[in-house]
């Protein structure tokens, strides 16, 4: 089936520094998400790209539709303590007979440096 | 509170019982969405309603699990004979047709334990 690759798997962060992931994926989706979900709880929507090239911030999160279609990256500028949790890149396509799902990818843990 | 919600957020049962979710979307919502979410992955999708059809099930919806959308509103999701390997965060999500399709609002998830 389809696969999101995403990275990095885990990363550690010292406030104030900025924090890049990506993913990518062998399939091209129409439209790309970045979710972040906190211990027990369900995923958050951050931000959504519907158009291939497409740059959108939401604060100080900026993610990109890649030009490909089959790519996405999210920054987070100037991290804070509260920016701690699994941030999930998701793709999104109707395909073939299907009224269209989102995949996930397997999700990039942020932690703080001890 | 207009978020969805999900009811229990967690449930320990034996393998072998029946055990029943429900989920109420945000108002006014009208696609409704199950997926399944196990530690260290991302959520997979099982199911999904648009009013009070179900237009589209996941191979990962075995003939153990069944969903209803009865009055459009809120759904259920009832698994039978519970199995250890269905242990796992069942997440529901829902959106309008108003906006895109992929805009999903989730809700916190009823996290299940099969002993």
């Known amino acids: 089936g389809q696969q999101l690759n995403q990275s990095p798997q885990s990363m550690f962060i010292q406030e104030g520094e900025d924090v890049s992931m990506n993913c990518t994926s062998s399939s091209i989706f129409n439209t790309w998400l970045w979710y972040k979900q906190d211990p027990g709880e369900g995923p958050v929507l951050l931000i959504a790209l519907y158009k291939a090239g497409e740059l959108t911030s939401n604060g100080r999160l900026t993610a990109q539709f890649g030009i490909t279609r089959k790519d996405s990256f999210l920054n987070i500028s100037a991290s804070i303590p509260s920016d701690v949790g699994i941030y999930f890149c998701a793709g999104f396509m109707n395909y073939g007979g299907s009224q269209g799902n989102l995949i996930f990818g397997k999700g990039t843990k942020l932690s703080v440096k001890p | ?115």
């Not at chain 2, 992955?41 to 237009?55: D, I, K, M, V």
């Not at chain 2, 969903?67 to 242990?87: V, W, Y």
């Open chain 2, 1 to 115: 509170d207009t978020g969805v919600s999900q009811n229990p957020r967690h449930k320990i049962t034996k393998r072998g019982q029946n055990v029943t979710f429900r989920c109420d979307p945000i108002s006014e919502h009208n696609r409704l969405y199950w997926y399944r979410q196990t530690l260290g992955q991302g959520p997979e999708f099982l199911t999904y309603f648009q009013n009070e059809a179900q237009l589209e099930k996941s191979r990962l919806l075995s003939d153990r699990f069944s969903a209803e959308r009865p009055k459009g509103s809120f759904s259920t999701l009832e698994i039978q004979r519970t199995e250890q390997g269905d242990s796992a965060m069942y997440l529901c999500a829902s959106s309008w047709d108003g906006q895109p399709q992929e805009t999903q609002y989730f809700g916190p998830g009823t996290r299940l334990l099969v002993l």
